[in-house]
T-cell receptor, first 114, second 113 residues
Framework: DADVTQTPRNRITKTGKRIMLECSQTKGHDRMYWYRQDPGLGLRLIYYSFDVKDINKGEISDGYSVSRQAQAKFSLSLESAIPNQTALYFC?????????????FGPGTRLTVT | KNQVEQSPQSLIILEGKNCTLQCNYTVSPFSNLRWYKQDTGRGPVSLTIMTFSENTKSNGRYTATLDADTKQSSLHITASQLSDSASYICVVSLQTGGFKTIFGAGTRLFVKA
């Protein structure tokens, strides 16, 4: 089984809808991240969490919210989806004990907002 | 402004040939530089990680170099295989109390038979 899983893998939604992307990990890592990837651009950080009680905004957090339900689960919500949120979304994990910069990515969720 | 620029944007090579991908950065204060491989439709997978004091790191047929003075890194792929076709992403992290990482846009490598 994959160490970092994301659900759903693909999602098509309409403008204005609320959607949630979920991430689970079995690596036992304390740190979790959400990124989005757009064609021709590098991955950009949306939110990150260093532990269950810690949530931090990344460089492009507007229009998004997150929840760290447990050490192993980190979900990303789009409160009211808009077309320019169409992108590939990745969850990642890292471990403070292992020099936390080594990140492990999930397979991604392709989101289309029409 | 903290930036990571990769070149070329895309590259086509024949199977068995070597190639070198470039990464220039203007990130300060520098903490570490990583190279990732991203297959189409998959998440990035780490290849190498280098800190300020390291100037080369190998992972099988992949060798990364770092020149912290000129703020340049390269990823050399030896004896390319069809499975090397992917995007290669350079990532630089800053020394900060929080978390600050800049991703390059990647180089798309196509290996042809």
């Amino acid at each position: 089984d994959a160490d970092v899983t994301q659900t759903p893998r693909n999602r098509i939604t309409k403008t204005g809808k609320r959607i949630m992307l979920e991430c689970s990990q079995t690596k036992g890592h304390d740190r979790m991240y959400w990124y989005r990837q757009d064609p021709g651009l590098g991955l950009r950080l949306i939110y990150y969490s260093f532990d269950v009680k810690d949530i931090n905004k990344g460089e492009i957090s507007d229009g998004y919210s997150v929840s760290r339900q447990a050490q192993a689960k980190f979900s990303l919500s789009l409160e009211s989806a808009i077309p320019n949120q169409t992108a590939l979304y990745f969850c990642a994990t890292s471990d403070t004990r292992q020099g936390f910069y080594e990140q492990y990515f999930g397979p991604g969720t392709r989101l289309t907002v029409t | 402004k903290n930036q990571v620029e990769q070149s070329p944007q895309s590259l086509i090579i024949l199977e068995g040939k070597n190639c070198t991908l470039q990464c220039n950065y203007t990130v300060s204060p520098f903490s570490n530089l990583r190279w990732y491989k991203q297959d189409t439709g998959r998440g990035p997978v780490s290849l190498t990680i280098m800190t300020f004091s390291e100037n080369t790191k190998s992972n099988g047929r992949y060798t990364a170099t770092l020149d912290a003075d000129t703020k340049q890194s390269s990823l050399h792929i030896t004896a390319s295989q069809l499975s090397d076709s992917a995007s290669y992403i350079c990532v630089v992290s800053l020394q900060t109390g929080g978390f600050k990482t800049i991703f390059g846009a990647g180089t798309r490598l196509f290996v042809k038979a």
